[in-house]
């Protein structure tokens, strides 16, 4: 379900991985409610990625380049290679995702596989023959349909809701309903149309203010882009991040941290395979620079217009003061699994562990679908933006407690596990059929109006 950079990645990564074909002859049904595939809501933000070209070009490195030449010398492709040892715009990496979906498109449609647009799936439903059964509406004509399937892999995204806001508090004070007429998203400030309104409210004030609510990059992106407006006059302290945890840099060495005057490190924030500072936890890219540039490190000019609060360190006071004179208060507190609504053979709602418990994962180290007693669900992966597989242990700095957000795992290691436990549940299971009742068919899809 999902057909974004994460659900285009698991076929990317199966290419990659040597088990595409293998795949294909279980049959794979891919479902997007767009008409487009590929990029899905990466580029809707006008941001610079947080990896370098380089890290989301690698996938082209193995069987998928081999197999699909014509990638390789892709305008999209081409487009983002001028960025190699860069970040690049979101844009671009979306038309290129966009042109690697197409590619991956066309080795399924030759396997008699088609990825199908324009359909929404609803839920899905455990069956009686202990698959799942996903119910879904074509958009062209309204038709209800069915398919039965034996493994669920969702990739259908992850949101920022308003809902979110009304529950959402700093130092103990709830910001809704007292700041509901300022408060904005994140992704709302980091996407055109979003960002003309932020322009719009600022303008209108002789001396702008802002409030931003969260330590994650998104945070600390929503204050370059608020930077970079024209006509806006920022003063010192005009932009203030509020965060709990300190806010990190990566550092491709220990030594290179040290000489810039970065100590705030010790040895289980470094990676022991890559020897780098904080490679995931740390901020990246241009997020990056501006935050040396906050902390004034490598004898940067120091970005004073921005103010980094600890609200763990300042009293209630401090904190309403900020958001009593901030214009906007923007909410960058991260993003939570738009999963596909799945029920038990009886209809029943099955509530998962994610959406149980605020900042629980959706998923468990083996991608699989926890419920709401953190046990696995049969047959079901997840995989995308904050499906949160946890990566503490496996990769990077040992000291990280975190989720994988990027692409290059999703199209390699994480993608191709999936795809491995589909094809040795399926080896076990060699016998397995659908029957759908009544139909003695064994159709994928049934349309039932
Ligand atoms: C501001 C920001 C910057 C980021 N920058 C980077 C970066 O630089 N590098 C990086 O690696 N990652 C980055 N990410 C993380 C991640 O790569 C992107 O968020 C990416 O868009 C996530 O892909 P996805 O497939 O999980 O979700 P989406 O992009 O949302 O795709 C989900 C797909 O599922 C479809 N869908 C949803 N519901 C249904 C349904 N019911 N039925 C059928 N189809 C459905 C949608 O149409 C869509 O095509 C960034 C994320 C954010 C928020």
Redesign the pocket.
Known sequence: ?????????VLVAACNSGQLQQLLAQRVTI????DK?G????GD?C?????HAD??LRCLDGNLGDRCPQLLVHPATLALCAYRGH?AP?PI?ADFITALARAVQKIAAQANQPIQTG????DAMRNRAGGWTIR?RRNADGAEIELATRHLVV????EQSTSQLRTLSVSGQPLWPRYQDKLML??AV?NADGLATASQILARSEHPHVAIIGGS??AM?AARVLLDLPGIEWRRESIAILHRTPLRPMYPSPDLARAEGYHAFGPNDICPKTGRVFPLAGFR?DARELLLRVLGLGKRPREQRIALIDVMRRNGGDIAAILERADIVIAATG?RP?A?PLHDRDGRRIKLLAECFGSAAMVDHQSRLLDASAVPIPGVFG?????GFPLEGTHGEPSFRGQA????L?HSEIGAAIVSSVLDDSADQAAFDLPIAGSGRRPDEIQIS
Do not use: F, K
């Open positions: 379900m999902g057909a974004g950079p994460a659900g285009i990645g479902l997007d409610q767009c595939i990029a899905g809501a990466i933000y941001i610079n990625s947080d990896s890290t989301l970040a979101l990496v359909v929404e799936a609803h879904a990739a259908t995204g992850a994140s992704r980091l990059h998104s992106s890219s993003y738009r596909l995989i995308g933006l904050s499906a957000n990027g692409l290059a999703w």
